[in-house]
């Protein structure tokens, strides 16, 4: 595993406005053909308390109900290919995430751990397909348990590389499991999905948004309502117009409970480790 690196003041603030391009650019697609999409997470969170990214958050995410997120996929072409393109598995078969990147065209950003990985790499924005999940809770839980394990199988690629003993054994079995497997369970969930439907949803590829914040009732933290990805508003964020949820303080609330609460220094940290970076101008 190569030795992590930190992006230096200037490369940060040049991650920062990298990413925003790929956002503005997004934004204008789904504007055309009236795509629904928010800021997600920490972005929404930023665009709240800082009117852009958070000072010490390099990375965006965007999360979009399933419907939408497939017909952004049906029109991804018409982004400006000298900006960015979109990347899943099906773009790029070597791509082992169960949801989807906005990649910078022309760049390179390898996080560590993940050198031996085959697919495109580039600086990117996370993009959230939100899937329905079961009503009952019994089925919420099954379905978590589900999802997780098809999460381990993709990771197991990686982990493989970056565990010792009995996990190195067992992520190594794993990896032999043909990723079509677990692409496969998230499909049968993405088939089930539809916007107007009365579930909540989540990302089924990603630990469930609810648990972040320990104090969420149980039967609220495997899905949310689809209302926070559909009742938009828009956001000042970096000088540009970008939409995120109107209600933005039961999205934080539940996310993060006291958000306009400034984390302690020690834990203001850049989001993930990479091995290597090159910007499109370099």
């Not at 958000?259 to 101008?281: A, C, G, T, V, W």
């Amino acid at each position: 595993m190569s030795k992590a690196k930190e992006l230096s003041s200037e490369q940060f603030r040049k991650m920062q406005l990298t990413e925003l391009d790929m956002l503005v650019e997004f934004d204008r697609v789904c504007r055309i053909h009236g795509i629904n999409y928010v800021l997600f997470g920490g972005s929404l969170l930023g665009a709240v308390r800082h009117k852009g990214y958070i000072p010490w958050d390099d990375d965006a995410d965007i999360g979009m109900l399933r419907e939408d997120y497939e017909k952004f996929k049906a029109h991804m072409n018409e982004m400006n290919p000298d900006i960015c393109y979109f990347q899943d598995h099906e773009t790029d078969p070597e791509y082992r995430w169960g949801y989807g990147k906005l990649r910078r065209t022309n760049s390179v950003y390898i996080r560590v751990g993940q050198e031996h990985l085959k697919c495109k790499t580039g600086i990117f924005v996370d993009v959230f397909p939100m899937d329905d999940i079961p009503n009952s809770l019994i089925g919420q839980i099954v379905q978590d348990v589900h999802c997780c394990c098809l999460r381990k199988i993709l990771w197991s690629e990686v982990a493989k590389k970056n565990t010792v003993g009995f996990w190195k054994v067992w992520y190594t079995i794993l990896s032999i499991i043909p990723v079509s497997i677990p692409f496969r369970g998230y499909e049968y969930y993405a088939k089930k999905s539809r916007s107007d439907s009365p579930n909540r949803v989540r990302c089924i590829s990603f630990p469930s948004t609810g648990t972040l914040y320990k104090k969420n009732p149980i039967r609220q933290r495997y899905g949310m309502p689809k209302s926070w990805f559909t009742d938009r508003a828009e956001y000042d964020f970096e000088g540009k117009k970008l939409y995120s949820s109107k209600d933005f303080d039961t999205v934080l609330k539940y996310i993060y409970g006291d958000y306009m609460k400034l984390p302690p220094e020690n834990k203001r940290e850049q989001h993930s480790p990479f091995s290597y970076i090159r910007f499109p101008d370099e």
